[in-house]
Nanobody
Framework: QVEIVESGGGSVQPGESLRLSCVASGSVYLLYDMGWYRRAPDTQRELVASVTRGGEATYADSVKGRFTISRYDANHTVFLQMNNLKPEDTAVYFC????????WGQGTEVTVSS
């Protein structure tokens, strides 16, 4: 069983930054894609960013130029650096990692408000 744990969420003002962390543990052998989704109130889940095992990153148009995803396979970790946060970034952010199946974390809440 693979366990996914996110951290780093919080409440910030517009223009500030947050760094989300996600660690996969347990029966981790070979992780393929890793990434982040988010779900804002009354909206559908949205893919924010993903990164392949080879390091190729993909971003939602709404976060391009502001968010950066990075992964460190040595410790099964993926980060999401979020800069210049906007109120519309407010959501619960969920990390996932693909190993045979897609494994999900419980989510970490990000609130951007003045």
């Amino acid at each position: 069983q693979v366990e996914i744990v996110e951290s780093g969420g919080g409440s910030v003002q517009p223009g500030e930054s947050l760094r989300l962390s996600c660690v996969a543990s347990g029966s981790v052998y070979l992780l393929y894609d890793m990434g982040w989704y988010r779900r804002a109130p009354d909206t559908q889940r949205e893919l924010v960013a993903s990164v392949t095992r080879g390091g190729e990153a993909t971003y939602a148009d709404s976060v391009k130029g502001r968010f950066t995803i990075s992964r460190y396979d040595a410790n099964h970790t993926v980060f999401l650096q979020m800069n210049n946060l906007k109120p519309e970034d407010t959501a619960v952010y969920f990390c996932y990692a693909d190993q045979f199946n897609r494994h999900w974390g419980q989510g970490t809440e990000v609130t951007v408000s003045s």
